[in-house]
């Protein structure tokens, strides 16, 4: 049972768009959240993050949304540039415990 | 330069051989991670350390070991016990392991049974 859900596997958008990043979760411990970027063969990278409390945060061209009714987060990405192109994994964690979605790969196309 | 190491970056093995991963940060984090990594699934959880010489089984600890004898190390055995062990494993660490400290990773181990 995944707690955890990023339901596209992948996404194409135009440089200069905005991505959107979906993330859907089942727990309602859940009390912080955190979007990972990671590039082929290397390691994740933290990018963003968000507490329970809040519904937005902002960091740059980064913003992740908290929809906690709908337990539902989001990354959004503007402009969208072709550094991004990367699997991002949402996290979602509770106490001591960080569980990771399945991914996105997202591909910034010219 | 601060950070996580793991070593080597590729490793194959031939089935029933046991194999050890090694993960090094000098960040003087207390906690550790090892998670692995499949196509199409999200990092799972193999095992975590909060301190020194204390470490706890994650979600698929079966068929691996760890220890922790120094804050910096953290090395993973993947024994002849696990059924799959072909996968990408990443270590990481982050100053606590309360819920709200980031993780770092290192670059991760793509480890090949043969």
């Known amino acids: 049972d995944q707690q955890v859900k990023q339901n596209s596997p992948s996404l194409s958008v135009q440089e200069g768009r905005i991505s959107i990043l979906n993330c859907d979760y089942t727990?309602?411990?859940?009390?912080?959240f955190l979007w990972y970027k990671k590039y082929p063969a290397e390691g994740p990278t933290f990018l963003i993050s968000?507490?329970?409390?809040?519904d937005k945060n902002e960091d740059g061209r980064f913003t992740v949304f908290l929809n906690k009714s709908a337990k539902h987060l989001s990354l959004h990405i503007v402009p969208s540039q072709p550094g991004d192109s990367a699997v991002y994994f949402c996290?979602?964690?509770?106490?001591?415990?960080?569980?990771f979605g399945s991914g996105t790969r997202l591909s910034i196309r010219p | 330069d601060g950070g996580i190491t793991q070593s080597p970056k590729y490793l194959f093995r031939k089935e029933g051989q046991n194999v050890t991963l090694s993960c090094e940060q000098n960040?003087?984090?207390?906690?550790m991670y090892w998670y692995r990594q499949d196509p199409g699934q999200g990092l799972r959880l193999i095992y975590y350390?909060?301190?020194?010489?204390?470490?706890q089984k994650g979600d698929i600890a079966e068929g691996y070991s760890v220890s922790r004898e120094k804050k910096e190390s953290f090395p993973l055995t993947v024994t002849s016990a696990q059924k799959n062990p072909t996968a990408f494993y990443l270590c990481?660490?982050?100053?606590?392991?309360?819920?709200?400290?980031?993780?770092?990773f290192g670059p991760g181990t793509r480890l090949t049974v043969l």
């Open positions: 990481a660490s982050s100053i606590a392991a309360g819920s709200t400290d980031t993780q770092y």
């Open positions: 727990n309602s411990m859940f009390d912080y």
């Open positions: 968000i507490s329970s409390i809040k």
């Open positions: 996290a979602a964690c509770s106490a001591s415990k960080i569980i």
């Open positions: 960040l003087n984090h207390d906690a």
């Open positions: 350390s909060q301190i020194v010489n204390d470490f």
